[in-house]
Nanobody
Framework: QVQLVESGGGLVQAGDSLRLSCAVS????????MGWFRQAPGKEREFVAA????????LYADSVKGRFTISRDHDKNTGYLQEASLKPEDTAIYYC?????????????????????WGQGTQVTVSS
């Protein structure tokens, strides 16, 4: 059974940092790209960041570029999203996702359609 379990969310003040984790089990971690998406109240789910299977290629939404860093640890089967300089507009439920690679050159993806498995989400609330 495939499971993605996010953790690390919480209530912080503007300018603070958080590190979200996504523990993955039930699949071969290196066969999957990883992504983070978020959904704020009343808004559609949006792409935040993605990383390829090797960890060498990353993508970021313009709204988080330079503030968030995505990474992965193959020994721990865990993905991370380091968030810095948080803003109130970063408030959302953050979801991690895993998408099966189609080959060694499969790039990270901004499209939710490219992801096969999703976590249950972790709430991040940033107060001003």
């Amino acid at each position: 059974q495939v499971q993605l379990v996010e953790s690390g969310g919480g209530l912080v003040q503007a300018g603070d940092s958080l590190r979200l984790s996504c523990a993955v089990s039930g699949l071969t971690f290196t066969n999957y790209i990883m992504g983070w998406f978020r959904q704020a109240p009343g808004k559609e789910r949006e792409f935040v960041a993605a990383i390829d299977w090797s960890g060498l290629r990353t993508l970021y939404a313009d709204s988080v570029k330079g503030r968030f860093t995505i990474s992965r640890d193959h020994d721990k089967n865990t993905g991370y999203l380091q968030e810095a300089s948080l803003k109130p507009e970063d408030t959302a439920i953050y979801y991690c996702a895993a998408g099966r690679v189609r080959g060694p050159l499969t790039p990270p993806s901004t499209s939710a359609l490219q992801y096969d498995y999703w976590g249950q989400g972790t709430q991040v609330t940033v107060s001003s």
